[in-house]
């Protein structure tokens, strides 16, 4: 095929012009090119971004690499590493508009708009929310899959098996990171206050799908009211700045 030309000039165009931010990301490329390149896909490093694309037929110049691994780098929701030890897989989907911050979460907040709530005891989420994150993740999947785990070295993961550590990566800090809002804040539209609060304490590894089939039942089993009942947890109520803290309710 062609070879693809990367210039950083275009791909700063692009977002600038927020073509990025409106257009599904497109995973399927990217995951039969991690595919394509095997082991060497979770490999950091100049060289090893230099054999991905000779491989992958892509040209580029040296310093339109080392612009895109310093933007990379710099970026602490993505590889937090040295811009010299930007793995090939974050390259790649940055070049090919697939990273977390580029995809279009209209569909989660569709005003782009956050509604301050001061008290972290109080961010809690109707279940609703939950299963909205649910539908968002089944609608950037492509035959049952989605997007890559650098840390397992999954080129596209099975729907199912879709995690917290993937949802929190993907969705929920590229989706907080700019204003400093905790994910219940961004979401939240709803003007009446939950008349109950649940704490939830549960494993990151889970799978999303089964957690959020497990606030339901847990309503289902209490008889309680999803417009009224709320869960609270860490990864939706702290905000980028509280995370690291580990702040608690008070």
């Known amino acids: 095929g062609c070879p693809l030309s990367v210039p950083v000039s275009a791909v700063a165009m692009a977002l600038r012009q927020g073509t990025a931010g409106k257009v599904q990301p497109p995973f399927p490329e ?33 310093s339109d690499i080392t612009a895109i691994c310093s933007e990379l780098a710099g970026n602490t929701f993505e590889t937090q590493v040295e811009p010299l030890e930007v793995p090939v ?64 070295r999954l080129p596209s993961i099975p729907l199912e098996e879709v995690n917290i550590y993937q949802v929190n990566h993907w969705i929920i800090e590229p989706l907080t990171s700019k204003e400093d809002f905790s994910f219940t804040e961004v979401v939240t539209v709803d003007s009446c206050a939950p008349k109950q609060m649940w704490f939830i304490s549960h494993w990151w590894g889970e799978a999303m799908s089964t957690f959020v089939q497990c606030l339901a039942k847990h309503l289902d089993i209490r008889r309680m009211s999803a ?19 580990e702040a608690l309710p008070t």
């Open 227 to 245: 417009d009224r009942t709320a869960d609270w947890t860490a990864w939706t109520a702290l905000g980028p700045g509280e995370r690291s803290g």
């Open 89 to 152: 897989c974050d390259f790649l989907a940055y070049i090919l508009h697939a990273t977390p911050c580029q995809q279009n979460f209209e569909k989660l907040n569709p005003s782009e708009n956050a509604t301050a709530i001061h008290r972290v005891d109080e961010r809690g989420l109707f279940l609703h929310y939950y299963q909205a994150l649910v539908r968002f993740v089944e609608g950037v999947s492509c035959n049952g899959c989605v997007w890559y785990d650098q840390q397992q």
């Open 30 to 62: 990217l995951t039969s090119h991690l595919q394509r390149l095997g082991d060497l896909a979770w490999r950091p490093g100049v060289e090893a971004l230099r054999e991905a694309c000779k491989q992958l037929d892509i040209s580029y110049e040296e």
